[in-house]
């Protein structure tokens, strides 16, 4: 077998350090390697592969859209992008879509709506308030705006106008916010930042806030939308609507494909003001548009949800059985945090491949399980047995 790790080594830039495992087929909710070993993907790509993979939606509408049309430009017009926004548009509070490629390049897109917004009704207010753990990508304006050190620190200085306050408190927003604030962005639950769970008021009251200044709240629903925590977008959950909101991970069914929406009083882009060369590409956008239409049809969702309180209780039934060890299970929907009294993360996700589970490893002391939102009771299951046996595998089993 290839030695990918020396070509790695040999060939790709060093930005992460890879699991022991190299990938080459997947269906539904498992994946197989290099010798055929077959594993059950709590990862899904990192909450991406929202139908699991290669569900036949998805992939019948890209082989059909690859022999169609596989790119063009945006001075032309095409269909499937602008089916997908009329989906878009008519399952959610939100009115206009701008289309691109990726998470960082939604939200960037989002800042710099809210900073038009800003020149035009707020006297040229610039500044962005976020939360401290939040995650919106890794462009350098995104990585500002995300309140961790760990992504900061390597690139100062970073580009200014964000303030990067305390996530969960309305206190610390309403500190924050001068005459020099255009909008708060927040994830409604932070996922890339452990998977933490605003109170149920804090973006009620965020809400309200902004309503009363008059400045944008965007929801950076990349992660939690679509389906992930239990309902089509997060913040329907907390009964809010957002001014804007990004899209992307969940949205493609898999394939690389970002979204801004605003209601129309945000909607603020007049023409050369924003663009991509690759946003809102057919092939991208039909498998979205399979994916997003199979996702509501079927009312995938409310199995998220379903599946989520499954496997809630059954990590609450693990947790009983490991009092010391296992503190907390936190998550909405199938974006779940099992966190520890102990630095055990990576080993744990270690001995869970090994066993045949793939887990992430969030926090050094806190796992990620975020499957693929049409998961079966029976993988659910699976998933606990295995993530049992490789807790006992690290720690000798009790009872
Ligand atoms: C993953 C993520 C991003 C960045 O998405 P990329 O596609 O990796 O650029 C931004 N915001 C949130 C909430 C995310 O989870």
């Known amino acids: 077998m290839t030695n990918w790790k020396e070509l790695e080594k040999k060939y790709f830039m060093r930005t992460l350090v890879r699991a022991p495992l190299t990938i080459v087929k997947g269906q539904g909710s498992y994946v197989w390697d290099e010798s055929g070993r077959k594993y059950l993907d709590f990862v899904a790509g990192w909450a991406v592969n929202s139908l699991g993979h290669c569900h036949p939606a998805v992939v019948e509408a890209v082989k059909r859209q690859v022999g169609e049309l596989i790119q063009t430009s945006n001075h032309y017009y095409t269909l499937p992008q602008l089916q997908l926004a009329q989906l878009l548009v008519e399952n959610s509070s939100l009115n206009k879509v701008f289309l691109c490629n990726s998470g960082a390049e939604a939200a960037e897109g989002a800042v710099k709506l809210a900073r ?35 992504h900061q620190q390597p690139y100062t200085p970073l580009p200014a106008g964000f303030i990067n306050v305390a996530y969960n408190s309305i206190g610390a927003i309403m500190e924050a916010t001068t005459s020099t604030v255009c909008a708060v962005m927040l994830e409604p639950v932070q996922g890339e930042g452990g998977v933490n769970v605003p109170s149920p008021n804090y973006l009620k009251e965020v809400r309200r806030w902004c309503d009363e200044k008059g400045i944008v709240l965007i929801l950076d629903e990349i992660q939690t939308g679509i389906g992930r925590t239990g309902s089509l977008f997060a913040h329907q959950i907390y009964g809010i609507e957002p001014d804007v909101m990004t899209l992307a991970k969940g949205l493609g069914g898999g394939l690389p494909i970002g979204a801004i929406m605003a209601k129309d009083k945000f909607s603020v882009f007049t023409a050369g003001e924003h663009g991509s060369t690759f946003g809102g590409n057919p092939v991208t956008c039909a498998a979205a548009y399979a994916a997003l239409a199979f996702i509501i049809e079927n009312d995938i969702p409310r199995n998220a949800y379903d599946m989520g309180n499954r496997l809630t209780d059954g990590l609450k039934r693990i947790k009983e059985r490991w009092p010391a060890l296992i503190t907390e299970i936190r998550g909405k929907g199938l974006l779940l945090a099992v966190e520890f009294s102990d630095v055990i993360a990576k080993e744990l996700t270690q001995k869970c491949l090994e066993n045949g589970l793939l887990v992430n490893d969030v926090k050094p002391n806190a796992l990620r399980l975020m499957p693929a939102l049409n998961i079966t009771g029976d993988e659910v299951e699976e998933a606990l047995s295995l993530l049992e046996m490789a807790l006992c595998r690290l720690r000798s089993c009790q009872g």
């Open 116 to 150: 038009r917004y800003g020149k035009l009704h707020l006297n040229g207010a610039y500044e962005v308030i976020t939360a401290t753990g939040s995650f919106h990508g890794r462009t350098l304006a995104m990585v500002s705006a995300s309140g961790q050190l760990k």
